[in-house]
């Protein structure tokens, strides 16, 4: 009797063996589909009949034959994918990142004991969460990371031993950059003033700077001068430096910016479009434009109120007495107003206060004088109020520096 045919039973599929007369076996050739990990006992059972050529059958497996027991591994690593934080910049220093990690269809499956995730190659705490596809890892550091570059690397296998990895750079910057801006003027009579000073920051440069929310150019010591108009009247400049990061640092300037150009012209013009019966809107928007230089009224008392006490406050912080007396048109107001008209007592009080001021300062040269009181006040008296609070702020520039004598101080020296 002899062997007629040989077949194979093979996760479910007959398979047709053939005689090999070199190896003296019978043979075919099987592509599983799939992973034996998930079968039971890690292995496929093929089943094996073979019939002789009277027809009569004999089969076995692989409860009795081990060599029957077949294992597949498969051979496509799995997918690990970065959650977060996306790479690039981070603006804190205990951050916690978070991969996750699937196998393929038919796969062996994440083995999550193989995980490796390092920051700059240091272990975390890690915790490990089941999802549909895989796992979900999240890794935190021990440490606070310090400013500056980070590498985030990861690894893991499947149950069959395939390998897949990432990694991810970051910079970690929780500080603003810095910003200094340098003395300037706070009582001037110009149309405008440059605001100059130094940003940088060391973790994410370069720095975006805006002052007076115009875009500023910054050199490559990070040194800035920019300038900016100036309203008549208080003024707010914001400087904001801004790094990589989207972190800022902001100084506000305050500046107060007073006429003393006042001129014949001025009130002559004024006057003509004042004495036209038919005025256009044209001379309507001229004269709104020029009367606070043709006419003398609350916008102009206000402004020089307003200077008049920020410039006696900061005398006071700097040791003199402060020489400012409120004058309040009405009780409990201290703004003038449209239908305010000065008394004779709130013209010399308010006309006092600039003068306290001046006499503060008797050396400075060519200071004007101020007028007693505001009865026949002309444009030149007015350009002269102002002119006292410009001048006299212009000391403080020189009263505020610090000076260092060269060589060693002696008793009696100063």
């Known amino acids: 009797m002899s062997i007629t045919t040989v077949k194979a039973t093979f996760d479910g599929q007959e398979y047709t063996l053939t005689f090999n007369e070199t190896t003296r076996k019978y043979e075919t050739v099987i592509v599983p ?14 089943e094996i009949t073979a019939t002789n050529d009277k027809g009569v059958s004999t089969t076995t497996d692989g ?26 910049i981070l603006t804190t220093n205990v951050p916690t990142f978070v991969v996750e990690a699937f196998d393929e269809e038919n796969g062996s499956g994440i083995d999550p004991s193989s995980l490796s995730m390092l920051i700059d190659g240091v272990e975390g705490d890690i915790s490990t969460q089941a999802t549909e596809n895989g796992y979900q890892f999240t890794y935190t550091p021990r440490n606070e990371l310090s400013e500056g570059n980070h590498s985030l690397t990861a690894s893991i296998q499947d149950n069959d031993g395939n390998q897949a990895s990432l990694s991810s750079v970051y910079i970690v910057d929780t500080v603003p950059p810095e910003l200094t801006v340098h003395e300037y003027r706070q009582i001037v009579d110009d149309e405008s003033i440059t605001v100059e000073g130094i940003t940088k920051d060391v973790t994410t440069s370069p720095v975006t700077l805006l002052v007076g929310g115009e875009e500023a150019a910054i050199d490559e010591h990070g040194q800035f001068s920019h300038t900016v108009p100036l309203r008549v009247g208080e003024n707010y400049i914001t400087v904001t430096a801004t790094d990589k990061a989207g972190l800022s640092s902001s100084f506000r300037l305050y500046v107060i910016r007073l006429i003393t150009d006042r001129s014949q012209a001025d009130i002559e013009e004024l006057l003509t479009i004042l004495s036209k019966e038919d005025q256009t809107e044209e001379e309507l928007i001229q004269l709104a434009q020029t009367s606070y230089k043709g006419a003398y009224n609350e916008t102009d008392m206000n402004r020089v109120t307003t200077a008049a006490e920020f410039l006696s406050d900061s005398l006071y912080t ?21 239908e305010n008209k000065p008394t004779l007592e709130q013209s010399e009080g308010y006309v006092s206060n600039v003068k306290r001021i001046r006499e503060t300062f008797p050396f400075v040269p060519d200071l004007p004088e101020a007028p007693s009181d505001m009865q026949s006040f002309t444009f030149q008296e007015a350009n002269n109020l102002e002119k006292i609070l ?11 520096k610090s000076y260092l004598m060269a060589g060693e101080a002696m008793c009696g020296e100063f």
């Open 318 to 338: 700097r040791g003199y007495v402060n020489p400012y007396v409120p004058v309040n048109p009405e009780p409990g107001r201290d703004y003038w107003v449209k």
């Open 33 to 46: 589909s799939k992973t034996s990990h998930n079968e039971k006992g890690g292995y496929f059972n093929t």
């Open 63 to 88: 409860t009795n034959i081990p060599g029957l027991r077949l294992t597949v591994q498969e051979e496509v690593p799995p997918t690990i994918q970065l959650l977060s934080p996306a790479e690039g």
């Open 390 to 400: 410009v001048q006299v702020e212009s000391m403080f520039q020189w009263m505020d």
